[in-house]
């Protein structure tokens, strides 16, 4: 970083140098790795490069899920920003070294240029000869008896004092040649760049402190080792993974129940967690949550009783939004809310086999069961539980209707489960569970349930998603909700497509009803085959078989002829399914064809849900938990210092102008020539009009000027 500095004593003005205080030393190698450190092209490299990584960091949001990134920025960009650590750029390796060069460069330049910068302001200049006099731009001179010499220096020093010059007499050794009086003042100004650079030096060690560069020297000092959250189990979690209350800088989180008490908090690392013990206790004592109309958060905060470890001390709070805890020097957040062990009633409907028993299931959030189907043992864990969720109703863009002749006309792909797009409709839709089905070798998927059926596209449906890692979006199965608003019906339906019986039945009975007695057995197999492709591997399955025995030229009249077969057989198999539960057959209503519609295009993607369970909510107890985030940050004080340092740095450099001026006295016989010059690092409007008066005292009743 440059520093001003005075010119060479002919020059008009001061200029900024990088010259100062030189490294002596023989190895040429570390004069020069020091003089890069030190120059102003590096200082000022580095700083753009932080700027523009903070900038990214501002644009991009920061410790997200890498889902979020994919949907947002596609798949190769948000693998780009993963691999370049833009998702946590302020604790990124890159942008740690680049702070802490900048910060070693603006110190080389602070105590190579300081000791200088310095001298020039204390420095008055008073060496400076008349023969550079020709070289000021800014001059003038009046040639006057001996006798008005000493009024005349009288009249100018009087203005200069008045406007704020300080003034000194030089000691005349050579009084043809040095000045008779030289004046000075900004000089301070220079104090502003020294506060400029200082500022940078003071934030960008703040930054450091604050960021995670302390707790991992910390970590690898005391041998720490991050454990995945999965091993953490209560007292249990080893020395190596925790660590002190006195670790100088974290931002660590915590969940709290209502009604529950912690003492530690989590610090997420790269490759797991560690656990950090607090110096104090925190009680939620209750947890409130208030919601716009549309059921969107409008104010959550949490009432809390904090005990100080040392002292025994107890303060009541109540934290907000913005609105900390601050207890010796750690700051408590309100960063968000979570289920705090909610106590739930489910029902496991069958979705693999003709099965149709449901399994009522009582569980609490954060717990797994087991359980055993015809496939061997599984494991339901019960992961979380929303009771309100705030989803765009808006309608969606037209979508692109698929290439196959059977998906244009009847099935729904697994998808998104509402619109995401920029025309927003909120409302909330209830509550959800998220939950994992775990076979015997370990292997899990993750599954998002509705509680109630949602309207979409006119039609009231249950929404199912599944995804087979938490780096995926999940895909939604969309079951119409029957009269009752219940799954009974679709889960009857289902279990009797898988029923080869019923099946055949429901095609007999289909083609009694449609055709002659002479065509009716090979109707009756043709919609039995039907069925049973349904059945097996959904409407593509149908499809494929369609593209394999039909010139692709007959196709599309083909496949209008099969999707009729297709639905009226399918309604037939819904009366079938009815009858053998005891109940009669439902009347052809527009209604319930729609019900039925919606039922067979459920049926086939529930192949590729693949899933052996449903898991939905019947009722629940919801007991609500407070996250927050606990910091501590050194560095903030810091920060704010370096700020102050550069607010009046600028401003010194903004508005306190460095001038200076000189008078000489050339004597020839009883004639004096009076030789007035002036300089500013900045030329300026107002230096012009003071250097106007001044010269005018000085050649007034004759001289001249530039």
């Known amino acids: 970083m440059a ?40 200082a000022i490299s580095a700083l753009v490069v932080v700027c523009i990584a903070s900038a990214i960091g501002t644009i991009v949001g920061q410790n997200a899920p890498s889902i979020n990134y994919v949907n947002q920025f596609g798949a190769f960009w948000a693998e780009v920003f993963s691999a370049l650590d833009v998702v946590r750029v302020y604790n990124a390796p890159w942008f740690l070294v680049i702070m802490g060069l900048m910060l070693v460069s603006t110190s080389l330049c602070l105590i190579r240029n300081t000791p200088k910068m310095l001298k020039d302001a204390r420095s008055w200049r008073d060496q400076v000869r008349d023969s550079t006099f020709p070289a000021f731009k800014h001059r003038a001179s009046v040639t006057i008896a001996e006798s008005a010499v000493q009024d005349r220096l009288a009249g100018i020093s009087a203005l200069l004092t008045a406007r704020g010059y300080r003034l000194r007499t030089p000691t005349q050794g050579d009084s043809d040649r040095l000045p008779l009086v030289v004046a000075r003042k900004g000089t301070s100004n220079r104090l502003g760049y020294i506060a400029a650079h200082l500022a940078i030096v003071v934030i960008s060690l703040g930054g450091l402190l604050d960021s995670e560069l302390p707790l991992r020297l910390q970590a690898w000092w005391t041998d720490k080792a991050p454990l995945q959250m999965s091993q953490f189990q209560g007292n249990e979690v080893p020395a190596s993974a925790r660590l002190p209350a006195s670790t100088p800088s974290y931002r660590a989180n915590s969940l709290v129940p209502e009604g529950g008490t912690t003492d530690v908090a989590v610090v997420a690392q790269g490759n797991g967690t560690l656990l950090l013990d607090l110096p104090f206790e925190l009680q939620l004592k209750q947890f409130r949550i208030e919601y716009y109309p549309t059921g969107m958060p409008k104010l959550f905060a ?60 009582e569980l609490t959030v954060g717990q797994s069961i087991g359980l055993r189907n015809s496939q061997g043992n599984l494991s339901l864990e019960l992961t979380g539980f929303k009771p309100i969720n705030v989803e765009n109703m808006a309608a969606p863009p037209d979508e692109r209707e698929a290439e196959d002749p059977f998906r244009k006309h009847v099935a729904t792909v697994l998808s998104p489960a509402l619109n995401s797009e920029k025309s927003k409709n909120l ?6 569970i998220n939950y994992k089905l775990r076979d015997q070798s370990g292997q899990a998927k993750e599954f998002h349930s509705y509680m109630l059926p949602v309207e979409i596209d006119g039609a ?52 009694t009803q449609s055709a002659p007695s002479n065509i009716s057995s090979t109707l009756a197999e043709s919609a039995e085959r039907a069925l049973s492709a349904v059945a097996e591997g959904g409407i593509n399955q149908l499809g494929q078989l369609l593209e394999k025995t039909v010139p692709e030229a ?66 629940f107890q919801e007991i609500k938990a407070s996250v927050f985030q606990v ?35 050339r004597r020839d016989g009883g004639q004096v020539e009076l030789r007035f010059a002036a300089s500013t690092p900045r030329q300026t409007v107002d230096f012009e009009k003071e250097f106007s008066a001044l010269a005018g005292v000085l050649t007034a009743k004759g001289g001249s000027h530039t």
């Open 3 to 42: 520093s001003p500095s005075s010119a060479p004593e002919a020059a008009e003005s001061s200029a900024p140098s990088t010259t100062g205080l030189e490294l002596r030393t023989g190895n040429v190698f570390i004069a020069e790795a020091v003089e890069l450190l030190s120059s102003m092209r590096f």
């Open 302 to 361: 949490s009432d809390v009783v904090l005990k100080d470890k040392a002292t025994g001390e107890q303060k009541t709070a109540t934290i907000e939004v913005n609105k900390p805890l601050i207890h010796r020097g750690i700051a408590i957040y309100q960063s968000s809310f979570d289920d705090g062990g909610s106590q739930l009633r489910l029902t496991a409907y069958p979705m693999a086999g003709p099965l149709r028993n449901t399994l009522p299931i």
């Open 427 to 432: 409302r909330n839709v209830g509550p959800s």
């Open 460 to 511: 009231r449906v249950f929404l199912a998603g599944v995804r087979d890692s938490p780096d995926e979006q999940f895909r939604y199965l969309r079951i119409p909700a029957d009269a009752k608003d219940s799954l009974d019906e679709f889960m009857r339906i289902r279990a009797a497509l898988l029923d080869s019986g019923i099946r055949s039945t429901a095609a007999r009975r289909f083609a």
């Open 554 to 619: 007959e196709r599309e009249r083909a496949a209008e002829i099969v999707l009729r077969l297709l639905t009226g057989s399918f309604w037939e198999l819904w009366q079938q399914a009815r009858i053998r539960d005891g109940l009669g057959p439902v009347a052809r209503t527009e209604e319930n064809v729609r019900f039925a519609q919606l039922a067979l295009n459920a049926a086939s993607d529930a192949q590729l849900f693949d899933a052996p369970l449903l898991v939905t909510v019947k009722d």
């Open 631 to 665: 910091t501590r940050s050194p560095g903030k004080t810091t920060v704010y210092i370096g700020c102050l340092l550069l607010t009046l740095g600028v401003f010194a450099m903004l508005y306190i102008q460095e001038r200076r001026a000189w008078i000489w006295a």
